[in-house]
C-alpha cells in the first residue's frame, strides 16, 4: 500500500474515487461548493435530500457526476464540526477505507479537510488505512485477502502551503504502520510457533542488512553467569529455553545515553503451578505484546533513521505448570541480590521484567520504558481504552503523556506512592512477588520499582490495549505509535 500527498484541483482531478469529508450541517464548506459548480448543481441537490447527515465515519459513494473528473465520489462524514480532530479523522478514514476495498477500488484520493493541524491529520490517517487493511492470514491454508486490494492512496490539498508537512506526514505515518504491522503479526501468532527462540530469529532478522541496528541474544547460560535466577525461575517450567534479547539501534552520537525499552516477552501465559482458568486462556499467547512492540518500534526507528540511540532489550519466556517449575512459596534471587518470595506463580511476568531491568543498568540509559501485558487488574481500571501509566519520574510522565496525546495512543497514569510497597512486604524473602487483591496494577509496578532505582524509569501497562477479545480478536500493535513518538520528539524529528 502506496501512500502519497498530492496537490490538486478536485474538480478536475482524475481518479478511480475522490473522497470528500463532510461535518453535519455542512454549510458554507467550499471544496464542497466548487465541487458542486462544477457538477451543475446535482451534487446538492442529492445532498439537499438529506440522506447524508455527515456522522462520524458515514460513507456514500455517488456514481456518475457529470462535470468532475472522478469517476465517483464518497461522502465521509466527519461528524460535528466543533468535536472535530485528528482522533474522529483517524475513525472516518478507517470506515472510509474500509469502504473502498469492499467496492474493490485499488486506487483513491481523500481530500484532507483544511484548518486543522494537516501533519496530525495524515498521520492518523495513515494508521487508520493501515488498521482497516490490515489482515492475518498467516495461518490459513488459504489466504482470505481481497482480489483487488487497494494499493494507492492520495491525499489530497488545495493549498499548495500544506505540502511538505502532508509529505513528511506521510513517510512517518507509514513508518508507524509498518512499525504497528509487525507487531500485530508476531502478537497474533500462536504460542507453539512464536516462542521465545522464534522471537529472537525474529530480532536478527529485523537487524540483517542494518548498520545501524545490532542483536544478541542472551542464552540461559549466560542468563545464569549472570545471576538471574527471577527470569530463570520462570522458564524452568517450560521446555523452550528463555531469551534475553538485546537489541542496540544508534542513530544519535556515540556516546550520548539511549532510551531503554524493555519489552515483556512471554510468549505464552498459563499461570504456571497458580494455574489460570481455562476461559480465554487462548489470549494469553499475547503475553508477549510487549515485546512485540519493541521490535515494532524499533523497525520504525530504523526505517525513519531516527537520530537517537535506542536499546531495547526483551526477556522472553513461557510461564507453564511442570514438575521443575516455580512453587508458590519459593524464594528466588534476582541479579539485583534482592531475593523474591514468589507467593502467586502467575505473577511471573514482574520476574522476568526485574531482571532485565536490572541488566539494562549498564546501558547507563537516559530514559527506561517498560511495557507490559502485566495485570488483569489494570483492564478493570482503565479498560481498553488506555496503557496504564506509571512512573518514578514526573517529567519523563508528563513527556510519555504528550507523546500519547500526539499519537492517539492513549496512556492514564496512576499514582505510585512509596505506601504501595507495603503491600509487597514478606515474611521471608526481601519482597513478595504480589501484593494482595488492593491497586494489582499500582503493586505490580511497586515490585517493579525496586530494581529501578538508578535510572529514569517508566512503566506502561498495555494489558487492555494491546489486543481485542471477541469476534473481532487481534492484535492492535499498541503502544508502537506513542513509543515512536515519544521517540521521534526526543530527537526533534517532530516538534
Ligand atoms: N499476563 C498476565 C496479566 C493479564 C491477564 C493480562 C489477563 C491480560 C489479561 C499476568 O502475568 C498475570 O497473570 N497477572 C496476574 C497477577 C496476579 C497473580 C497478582 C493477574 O493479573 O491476575
Ligand atoms: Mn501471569
Ligand atoms: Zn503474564
Given at each position: 500500500?502506496?501512500?502519497?500527498?498530492?496537490?490538486?484541483?478536485?474538480?478536475?482531478?482524475?481518479?478511480?474515487?475522490?473522497?470528500i469529508?463532510l461535518?453535519?450541517?455542512?454549510?458554507?464548506?467550499?471544496a464542497?461548493?466548487a465541487?458542486?459548480r462544477?457538477?451543475?448543481?446535482?451534487?446538492g441537490?442529492i445532498?439537499?435530500?438529506?440522506?447524508?447527515?455527515?456522522?462520524?465515519?458515514?460513507?456514500?459513494?455517488?456514481?456518475?457526476?457529470?462535470?468532475?473528473?472522478?469517476?465517483?465520489?464518497?461522502?465521509l462524514?466527519?461528524g460535528?464540526?466543533?468535536?472535530?480532530g485528528a482522533?474522529?479523522?483517524?475513525?472516518?478514514?478507517?470506515?472510509?477505507?474500509?469502504?473502498?476495498?469492499?467496492?474493490?477500488?485499488?486506487?483513491?484520493?481523500?481530500?484532507?479537510?483544511?484548518?486543522?493541524?494537516?501533519?496530525?491529520?495524515?498521520?492518523?490517517?495513515?494508521?487508520?488505512?493501515?488498521e482497516?487493511?490490515?489482515?492475518?492470514?498467516?495461518?490459513?491454508?488459504?489466504a482470505d485477502?481481497?482480489?483487488?486490494?487497494?494499493?494507492?492512496?492520495?491525499f489530497l490539498?488545495?493549498?499548495r502551503?500544506?505540502?511538505?508537512?502532508?509529505?513528511?506526514?506521510?513517510?512517518?505515518?507509514?513508518?508507524?504502520?509498518a512499525?504497528?504491522?509487525?507487531?500485530?503479526?508476531?502478537?497474533?501468532?500462536?504460542?507453539?510457533?512464536?516462542?521465545?527462540?522464534?522471537?529472537?530469529?525474529?530480532?536478527?532478522?529485523?537487524?540483517?542488512?542494518?548498520?545501524?541496528?545490532?542483536?544478541?541474544?542472551?542464552?540461559?547460560?549466560d542468563?545464569?553467569?549472570?545471576?538471574?535466577?527471577?527470569?530463570?525461575?520462570?522458564?524452568?517450567?517450560?521446555?523452550?529455553?528463555?531469551?534475553?534479547i538485546?537489541?542496540?539501534?544508534?542513530?544519535?552520537?556515540?556516546?550520548?545515553?539511549?532510551?531503554?525499552?524493555?519489552?515483556?516477552?512471554?510468549?505464552?501465559?498459563a499461570?504456571?503451578?497458580?494455574?489460570?482458568?481455562?476461559?480465554?486462556?487462548?489470549?494469553?499467547?499475547?503475553?508477549m505484546?510487549?515485546?512485540?512492540?519493541?521490535?515494532?518500534?524499533?523497525?520504525a526507528?530504523?526505517?525513519?533513521e531516527?537520530?537517537i540511540?535506542?536499546?531495547?532489550?526483551?526477556?522472553?519466556?513461557?510461564?507453564?505448570?511442570?514438575g521443575?517449575?516455580?512453587?508458590?512459596?519459593d524464594?528466588?534471587?534476582?541479579?539485583?541480590?534482592?531475593?523474591?518470595?514468589?507467593l502467586?506463580?502467575?505473577?511471573?511476568?514482574?520476574?522476568?521484567?526485574?531482571?532485565?531491568?536490572?541488566y539494562?543498568?549498564?546501558?547507563?540509559?537516559?530514559?527506561?520504558?517498560d511495557?507490559?501485558?502485566?495485570?488483569?487488574?489494570?483492564i478493570?481500571a482503565?479498560?481498553?481504552?488506555?496503557?496504564?501509566?506509571?512512573?518514578?519520574d514526573e517529567?519523563l510522565?508528563?513527556?510519555?503523556?504528550?507523546?500519547?496525546?500526539a499519537?492517539?495512543?492513549?496512556?492514564?497514569?496512576?499514582?505510585l506512592?512509596?505506601?504501595?510497597r507495603?503491600?509487597?512486604?514478606?515474611n521471608?524473602?526481601d519482597?513478595?512477588?504480589?501484593?494482595?487483591?488492593?491497586?494489582?496494577?499500582?503493586?505490580a509496578?511497586?515490585?517493579?520499582?525496586?530494581?529501578?532505582?538508578?535510572?529514569?524509569?517508566?512503566?506502561?501497562?498495555?494489558?487492555?490495549?494491546?489486543?481485542?477479545?471477541?469476534?473481532?480478536?487481534?492484535?492492535?500493535?499498541?503502544?508502537?505509535?506513542?513509543?515512536?513518538?515519544?521517540?521521534?520528539?526526543?530527537?526533534?524529528?517532530?516538534?
Amino acid at each position: 500500500m502506496k501512500y502519497s500527498a498530492r496537490y490538486a484541483q478536485i474538480e478536475t482531478l482524475k481518479t478511480p474515487c475522490l473522497v470528500i469529508g463532510l461535518h453535519e450541517g455542512r454549510r458554507g464548506d467550499e471544496a464542497l461548493e466548487a465541487l458542486d459548480r462544477a457538477g451543475g448543481g446535482r451534487l446538492g441537490r442529492i445532498l439537499r435530500q438529506g440522506d447524508f447527515k455527515g456522522c462520524a465515519g458515514e460513507t456514500q459513494l455517488l456514481y456518475d457526476l457529470e462535470g468532475l473528473g472522478a469517476r465517483r465520489l464518497m461522502l465521509l462524514g466527519l461528524g460535528k464540526r466543533k468535536d472535530f480532530g485528528a482522533r474522529t479523522f483517524a475513525k472516518a478514514v478507517n470506515k472510509a477505507v474500509s469502504a473502498l476495498q469492499k467496492a474493490n477500488l485499488s486506487q483513491a484520493a481523500l481530500l484532507v479537510p483544511e484548518g486543522d493541524d494537516s501533519y496530525a491529520l495524515v498521520r492518523e490517517a495513515v494508521l487508520a488505512a493501515a488498521e482497516a487493511l490490515y489482515r492475518f492470514d498467516d495461518c490459513k491454508s488459504e489466504a482470505d485477502s481481497p482480489k483487488k486490494p487497494l494499493r494507492q492512496l492520495h491525499f489530497l490539498t488545495r493549498d499548495r502551503r500544506h505540502l511538505r508537512r502532508m509529505q513528511k506526514a506521510c513517510a512517518h505515518g507509514q513508518a508507524m504502520a509498518a512499525g504497528t504491522a509487525l507487531a500485530k503479526d508476531l502478537a497474533n501468532l500462536p504460542g507453539n510457533i512464536c516462542t521465545p527462540a522464534y522471537l529472537a530469529d525474529q530480532a536478527r532478522k529485523l537487524a540483517r542488512g542494518k548498520r545501524k541496528l545490532k542483536v544478541s541474544v542472551l542464552e540461559e547460560k549466560d542468563m545464569q553467569k549472570l545471576g538471574m535466577g527471577a527470569l530463570l525461575s520462570v522458564s524452568r517450567g517450560s521446555r523452550q529455553p528463555a531469551k534475553l534479547i538485546v537489541l542496540e539501534y544508534r542513530g544519535g552520537k556515540t556516546g550520548s545515553r539511549p532510551v531503554a525499552l524493555i519489552g515483556k516477552g512471554l510468549t505464552f501465559d498459563a499461570g504456571g503451578i497458580s494455574i489460570k482458568p481455562a476461559q480465554a486462556m487462548d489470549e494469553m499467547k499475547y503475553d508477549m505484546c510487549g515485546a512485540a512492540s519493541v521490535l515494532g518500534t524499533l523497525a520504525a526507528c530504523v526505517e525513519l533513521e531516527l537520530p537517537i540511540n535506542v536499546v531495547g532489550v526483551i526477556p522472553s519466556s513461557e510461564n507453564l505448570p511442570d514438575g521443575d517449575a516455580n512453587k508458590p512459596g519459593d524464594i528466588v534471587t534476582s541479579m539485583s541480590g534482592k531475593t523474591i518470595e514468589v507467593l502467586n506463580t502467575d505473577a511471573e511476568g514482574r520476574l522476568i521484567l526485574c531482571d532485565a531491568l536490572t541488566y539494562t543498568e549498564r546501558f547507563k540509559p537516559a530514559a527506561v520504558i517498560d511495557i507490559a501485558t502485566l495485570t488483569g487488574a489494570c483492564i478493570v481500571a482503565l479498560g481498553h481504552q488506555a496503557s496504564g501509566l506509571m512512573a518514578n519520574d514526573e517529567r519523563l510522565a508528563e513527556e510519555i503523556k504528550q507523546a500519547s496525546e500526539a499519537s492517539n495512543d492513549r496512556v492514564w497514569q496512576l499514582p505510585l506512592w512509596d505506601e504501595y510497597r507495603e503491600q509487597l512486604k514478606s515474611n521471608f524473602a526481601d519482597i513478595a512477588n504480589i501484593g494482595g487483591r488492593a491497586a494489582g496494577t499500582i503493586t505490580a509496578a511497586a515490585f517493579l520499582s525496586h530494581f529501578t532505582e538508578s535510572f529514569k524509569w517508566a512503566h506502561l501497562d498495555i494489558a487492555g490495549t494491546a489486543w481485542r477479545s471477541g469476534n473481532n480478536k487481534g492484535a492492535t500493535g499498541r503502544p508502537v505509535p506513542l513509543l515512536t513518538q515519544f521517540l521521534m520528539k526526543r530527537c526533534k524529528v517532530v516538534d
